[in-house]
Every structure is written in C-alpha cells, then in structure tokens.
C-alpha cells in the first residue's frame, strides 16, 4: 500500500522515514509532501564517470568516478548526454515495513533529465539516497544543491521484513560509487 500524502506527514512528525538535521527540518519536509510522495533535494556532493579501461565499462569491476565541484553560481552543470551521480540532502530511516521508491519529477523529466535508474530502496534502509542523473539533451543542464528534483514513495509492507536491508550502501552520506557485480 502506497502512503498517502496524510500518512507521510503523520510518519514525518513521528520521526521516522526521513531524519530532520540543520539542512532539512521538518518544516521543509512537510512542506514538501505531495498526495502520495516526497519531493526529496539535491546534496552537493556530484561524480562522473572516468574514462573506463579500455573504453569499455566492465560491470564486474569497480569503476574509478570523479568528483566534480560546483562551479562559482553554486551549480553543478551535467553535460549534453552527460551522465552523473549525485546524493540526496535528505538522510532516510526506513522503519523495517516500510520500503520506498525514487522517481523523477515529472518538471525535470519534461527539461531532459532523468533521475534514478535504480529507483528501489528496501525496508529498513538508512542513509542519504544516490540518485543516477541522465541527460538526455543536446545541452548542458545547470542543477543547483537544493533543488527537488526527484520524488521518493513510500510503501508499507505486509509485514515487517525478515532480513531488512544492511548491506553495502547502509548509512551513506555522500554520493556513493557503484561496486562492481559480484
């Protein structure tokens, strides 16, 4: 069952799904729940792809990323058919039945970029989200730290999960690099 945008506000001030800190209180993030989503921001943290070896990414490697500063207007600009990773100001604390799902805005998606490819977060997951950035334009997009250009839905399972998530991304809080497939 998808949680509406009542019940997001209600587990909001219960303290849980998302933690409140100096950069996104509670007061934001209540102004910031849809019917059913919550409208979630960009951190500052960005990174690129290297050039891989040989030209080729190998998805059972680890693939060297580089991070990229904002520039002078406090921006980050993505490349025509650029591709980025970049992290979430908001920090979640997934209760064990609750899973979520990222999805673009549809205001972004509307301007050529596409947020999140990997959009499922499992029940019991804490940690800042990493968003995958595309691009799809034949120019460059100028993206600021703040703005909400992703959205996430929360789902309440069926029943608490048996084994909730505590693998490899669990308590990020940068931008985090994929490990390769193993």
Same mark, same amino acid.
């Given at each position: 069952m998808i %949680? =509406?945008? !009542?019940?997001?506000?209600r587990e909001l001030k219960a303290g849980r799904l998302v933690a409140c800190d100096n950069n996104v209180t509670l007061d934001i993030l209540l102004s910031r729940v849809g019917p059913?989503? %919550? /409208?979630v921001s960009l951190g500052d943290t960005f990174k690129v %792809? /290297?050039?891989? @070896?040989? $030209?080729v990414i190998d998805i059972h490697e680890k693939q060297c990323y580089k991070t990229v500063s904002i520039d002078k207007k406090g921006s980050f600009i993505l490349e025509a058919n650029g591709f980025c990773l970049a992290t979430t100001q908001e920090y979640?604390?997934?209760p064990d039945d609750v899973c979520?799902?990222? !999805? $673009? @805005? =549809?205001?972004?998606? @509307?301007?050529g970029l596409v947020v999140e490819t990997a959009?499922?977060?499992n029940a019991g997951y804490?940690?800042?989200?990493?968003?995958?950035?595309k691009n799809l334009t034949n120019y460059p997009i100028r993206m600021y730290p703040g703005d909400c250009i992703s959205q996430i839905r929360f789902e309440k399972l069926d029943q608490v999960?048996?084994?909730?998530y505590r693998g490899t991304y669990y308590k990020q809080k940068d931008t985090t690099e994929p490990v390769g497939l193993r």
């Open positions: %949680l =509406s945008g !009542d019940s997001i506000k059913n989503s %919550l /409208d %792809l /290297d050039t891989p @070896r040989n $030209g979640l604390c997934l979520a799902l990222v !999805d $673009g @805005r =549809s205001t972004t998606g @509307r301007m959009g499922m977060i804490h940690g800042a989200i990493t968003l995958e950035i999960a048996s084994q909730p």
